[in-house]
């Protein structure tokens, strides 16, 4: 079975610019979550979808948002980004309430 | 208030002894999950074992297994004859809310393990 893909894998913007990340899960999961890594703030959550609905959000601005597809497919869109947007995306699907599964990342870097 | 803690920012092992990663939660939750996760440097989560809080064994994996000491709120992951791969960063993880519609997985600081030759 396929494994968690993301892409881009790497990704370069200016400030203000925005930007879209795709995440497609593992066949069947209809969960997906983003998370958030950066050195100083750790692993941090900012969205789950279900069934194409966002079902919990994390602390972060507007700016970040997200939906799901139809197939489970996920994308992120962050508009207006700045220079603390720089970190690791990751994202990760389940069943529903099980174990989650990573994808290799995203890593953006804003300039 | 941080849900979960790792004490040891950095650990060092020898190669092929056995090293315990600590893991303290807290949550009033009667359900929930206990998740350990390893990162190498190439930043892909890799799941490594899981610890329901109704389970009533400590769960294994292979030369992983989760030291679950519920009354104390405790879940370490012991790692049995270290290898060189064994480096990299190991995040614990909750994921509380199991039985209703609200849940989400909170993820520790993570420690870095570093195995020595």
């Known amino acids: 079975k396929a494994g968690v893909t993301q892409t881009p894998r790497y990704l370069i913007k200016t400030r203000g610019q925005q930007v879209t990340l795709s995440c497609s899960p593992i066949?069947?999961?209809?969960?997906v979550s983003w998370y958030q890594q950066t050195p100083g703030q750790g692993l941090q959550f900012l969205f789950e979808y279900f069934s194409e609905t966002q079902r919990n959000k994390g602390n972060f601005p507007g700016r970040f948002s997200g939906r799901q597809f139809s197939n489970s497919r996920s994308e992120m869109n962050v508009s207006t980004l700045e220079l603390g947007d720089s970190a690791l995306y990751l994202c990760?699907?389940?069943?529903?309430?099980?174990?989650?599964?990573f994808g290799p990342g995203t890593r953006l870097t804003v300039l | 208030a941080q849900k979960i803690t790792q004490t040891q920012p950095g650990m060092f092992v020898q190669e092929k002894e056995a090293v315990t990663l600590d893991c303290t939660y807290d949550t009033s939750d009667p359900s929930y999950g206990l998740f350990w996760y390893k990162q190498p440097s190439s930043g892909e989560m890799i799941f490594l074992i899981y610890q329901g809080s109704y389970d009533q064994q400590n769960a294994t994996e292979g030369r992983y297994s989760l030291n679950f000491q519920k009354a104390r709120k405790s879940a370490n992951l012991v790692i049995s004859a270290s290898q060189l791969g064994d480096s990299a960063m190991y995040f614990c993880a909750m994921r509380e809310g199991l039985k209703t519609s609200y849940d989400k997985v909170i993820f520790g600081p993570g420690t870095s393990l570093s195995v020595i030759p």
């Open positions: 066949s069947g999961h209809r969960s």
């Open positions: 990760a699907s389940s069943l529903g309430q099980g174990t989650q599964y």
